[in-house]
């Protein structure tokens, strides 16, 4: 791939190198996923089986970061053939309303507890991914999450400090949690063997559901159902109309439904897509943020080489900038109540252009929603962080602001527990490739069921109460989400499939990896090592729903003399630690060897590839 004259050189000194082999490759956010992906491509299985089996062990070893109460989306392109958006974000239940909320007293949608439940669909997009496109039975391919799920894996630290930071309120207001996860009562230690027995039966009661059925379709299918409106869809409804805490500090039940399970939510849509510099990158829709990369990616085209690079301090100045008006944009437009001929203008060169002269000297202290002919932007609160106090439980947010050295996730100012998502990439010797973003129900999200083992997820925290917003809570309205896995084709031919966890900084540190990768000619793993950094000039997709003017998060390898000219330039920055920002995974098919590769993301020592 070549590279800009003007662009930083990229750097010898890896923590790791790109994996390179012809068989296969699998990486994501824990090497348990990734092997156990790899183990089903090494006994026959291909990328869809090795995915959705990888996938289910992130709920099992990373629970505090996803969950089968949760949603996914993912991006999917079989061997010749284009890219399909799986969109496995549940909508709002048919209770869940404006009116309602505000009839409990809330003025915003809780970040934790079942009200800010959308209907589970994580688990029925994977099953609907491994009959459309796998060849393994489920048993098979649930085998290596039942395993970890039975006999244990080693808990991480940051899954440690997640539950030492819920432990009071587990104890005093969620006991079926307490009791998963605070075993006699004690915390769990970094390395202490972990085990949830009763989600490994739950996944077991999906296989035998199908018993019965004379093929894997039928099997699949009848593991569907159960899921739905068997005794596994009972249990959900019966554990969200437990009265319970929420982050708001009060009690109430949650509103899901059997009818609202009874249905297929799970949406193959096609990608929308961008042009940028010889390559098409791939996106889910406007009903996720996906598109602000391609909004950034356009902007910055209008620009020359040397304001793309986000090694030097115009670079990460430009690109700040860029990502505030995508961002804005995002806030004011996106939706699934928005209008798609608005949506489509976001995306013209024009458009581009206008928004590109916007890009000053100095940082902007202004949220800069574009204007887009017969439309009206909606207008946000703009709330910062000392303008919120929090009296209730902490509430599952996202991450933006880790203290130094700590990684994901976090505990935000308020003391709020900061939750986070997973990702997982596959690609196998046929040339399928999947990209998996799997989040929501993380054990912090809403009190455990404890007949299934697992908690209901807290989506609809990204709608608001306000009719205006094309993000508004509607009954049976998807929300907007921050979920947003990439894929990467060129001359027609998709060669890799990316993404991380990140909340609002998913789009933000993958524009970091793709301007290195695509302008500067680095390889993937220099790509991912290099040092990250996002702006927290964003309003918050997750409770309690705050902007920083001019708030910058940078990682301090970045640079002394660079995070200096940011200040000058009026950057409100905040120096994390050398090792603290994203969690790029990646895999692909090189587009001119043939071969394949992989690379993962060293911090926290959690993050690999695997494949030969």
Not at 21 to 30: E, K, L, Q
Not at 402 to 409: C, F, I, K, R
Not at 542 to 566: C, D, K, S
């Amino acid at each position: 791939m070549s590279s800009s004259a003007a662009f930083t050189p990229p750097p010898t000194d890896l923590t790791r190198p790109t994996l390179t082999g012809s068989f296969g490759m699998a990486a994501g956010t824990h090497w348990l996923a990734a092997a156990s992906a790899q183990s089903v491509l090494e006994r026959g299985g291909n990328a869809f089986d090795a995915a959705v089996a990888g996938a289910f062990v992130l709920h099992a070893v990373e629970p505090h970061l996803n969950g089968p109460g949760g949603d996914l989306v993912g991006i999917v392109a079989p061997a010749g053939a284009d890219p399909v958006v799986v969109n496995g974000q549940g909508p709002a239940p048919a209770g869940a309303s404006i009116a309602h909320l505000r009839a409990e007293g809330l003025a915003d949608v809780p970040g934790s507890g079942a009200l800010a439940a959308a209907v589970p669909a994580a688990v029925e997009a994977l099953l609907g991914l491994l009959e459309e496109h796998g060849s393994w039975e489920l048993g098979d391919v649930l085998a290596p999450a039942i395993h970890y799920l039975e006999d244990g894996h080693p808990a991480g630290v940051q899954l440690c400090r997640t539950i030492a930071t819920m432990r009071e309120h587990f104890t005093d207001h969620w006991p079926d949690s307490a009791a998963l996860w605070l075993a006699d009562g004690r915390v769990p230690e970094p390395g202490d063997v972990v085990r949830n027995p009763t989600y490994a039966a739950t996944l077991r009661a999906l296989v035998a559901a199908g018993t019965d059925e004379d093929s894997r379709g039928a099997r699949i299918r009848a593991a569907r159902t159960e899921w739905r409106s068997g005794r596994v869809g009972r249990a959900m409804v019966a554990g969200a109309a437990r009265p319970h805490r929420h982050s708001s500090g009060t009690d109430h039940a949650g509103v899901l439904a059997l009818a609202d399970l009874d249905a297929d939510h799970v949406r193959l849509e096609e990608p929308v897509t961008l042009e940028f510099r010889g390559t098409t990158v791939h996106k889910a829709g406007f009903g996720s943020q996906g598109p602000v990369l391609l909004q950034c990616l356009a902007i910055l085209d209008q620009l020359p080489d040397e304001r793309l690079d986000p090694s030097t301090a115009l670079g990460a100045h430009t690109v700040l900038e860029v990502l505030k008006l995508a961002l804005a944009d995002r806030d004011a437009y996106y939706g699934s109540g928005a209008d798609p001929a608005v949506l489509a203008h976001l995306l013209t060169p024009a458009y581009a252009a206008d928004r590109a002269a916007l890009v000053g000297a100095t940082a902007s202290l202004e949220h800069r929603p574009g204007l887009v002919p017969g439309a009206t932007p909606f207008a946000p609160p703009l709330r910062t962080p000392a303008d919120v106090v929090v009296t209730g439980p902490p509430g599952p947010g996202q991450p933006t602001r880790p203290a130094a050295g700590v990684g994901e996730p976090t505990v935000g100012r308020h003391g709020e527990t900061r939750g986070d998502t997973c990702h997982l990439d596959v690609v196998d010797a046929a040339g399928n490739l999947v990209a998996l973003t799997p989040s929501g129900g993380w054990l912090q999200s809403s009190p455990t069921i404890p007949e299934l083992g697992f908690c209901l997820g807290t989506r609809l925290q990204m709608t608001w109460l306000d009719e205006a917003s094309p993000s508004a809570l509607r009954p049976g309205a998807r929300p907007r989400t921050t979920l947003s896995p990439t894929v990467l084709s060129r001359d027609g031919r998709p060669f890799a499939a990316l993404g991380t966890p990140g909340g609002d900084q998913q789009d933000q540190w993958q524009l970091l990896y793709l301007l290195r990768l695509l302008v500067g000619g680095w390889s993937p793993q220099a790509a991912i090592d290099a040092p990250a950094f996002h702006t927290t000039a964003a309003v918050s997709s997750f409770w309690p729903r705050t902007w920083e003017p001019g708030g910058v998060v940078a990682e301090a390898r970045l640079g002394a003399a660079v995070l200096a000219e940011l200040r000058e330039r009026g950057h409100v920055l905040t120096v994390a630690g050398d090792w603290t920002l994203g969690r790029i995974s990646t895999v692909g098919r090189d587009p001119r060897s043939g071969w394949l590769f992989a690379a993962a993301n060293p911090r926290g020592a959690q993050g690999y590839a695997a494949g030969r």
